[in-house]
């Protein structure tokens, strides 16, 4: 039988520093159970909770005194090796017009569905972490989810905030009634519109290599290249239990490029992105 999980992905940066935080459920076999995860520049922890902590509705998680929705963050987390301590609040959310899946959303049994609940907010609070204190005024966040059974085998995934809006993209390899093909979910907001990039509106990959990632649909291309990794390790579902490692950079040195009918809206260096390249392991 197999198993499954649920989670979020919870997103805060500032000029100078990057928090993530991703609350999730996980069901292997008969065995249930929960965890936190903090990611930050240079550190991961992994919190395991019983399963009798987590609770959820549709716009909050509850993890004993741990809280995570619409509304920001509360963090309260002892243990021996992790003290995590504060709260954040969130302004008005920037959600998408319609489900990131499209009409993926309504395909039974497939390994992973996932959500964009809010490209861009604002984000304001402190958290402690370990004695380091984490400030965020007039920060920027995002908030993204993933249920299934399993993370995809291979994978790019990345987000980042932008000055005049905020970009996500995922491509993975997809198993889906025995067979396997590359599946792209993707959006761009950038003053004021918002583009989707997907395989059901006729997105292709034209390149995967050296750390980079090139993607057509239409008259649109976008383009990222990894530049700089800084990664942390982090768990994932594996048939609902966390025994796998990922690697995530939540804030490192990257590249982005995005054209419309051959011209460019945007290409700009950061050291603010957010990159998982699980493609080559």
Known sequence: MYGSFYGWYLKCQSDTQTLAVIPAVHNARNKRTCSIQIITDND??????????FHRTRRNIFIEENQFGENGIHLSIHTPQ???????????????KYDIMGPFALVPFMECRHSVWSMRHLVTGNVNINGEKYSFQHALGYW????????????????????????ML????IPMAGIHFTGIIGAVLWRGKEYRIATYLGAKVV?????????????????????????????????????????ES?????FYRFCKKGC??????????????????
């Open 207 to 247: 390149r995967i290599q050296n750390k980079a990632v090139r993607v057509i649909q239409g008259n649109l291309e976008l383009e990222i290249r990894l530049l700089e990794a800084a990664e942390q390790p982090l768990k994932a579902p594996a048939k609902g239990n966390m025994v796998r490692t990922i690697h």
């Open 44 to 53: 991961a922890w992994t919190v395991t909770f019983p399963a009798d902590a």
């Open 144 to 167: 993204e989810g993933d249920r299934g059974r399993s993370f995809p085998k291979k994978y790019i995934w990345t987000q980042c905030c932008l000055s005049d809006g905020s970009l």
């Open 250 to 254: 939540a804030s490192c040195r990257a």
């Open 82 to 96: 992790l003290v995590v301590q504060g709260k954040l609040h969130f302004g008005s959310l920037c959600p998408l």
């Open 264 to 281: 460019i809206l945007f290409a700009f260096e950061t050291d603010k992105a957010s990159i998982e390249y699980e493609y080559f392991s």
């Open 170 to 173: 995922s491509v993975a390899d």
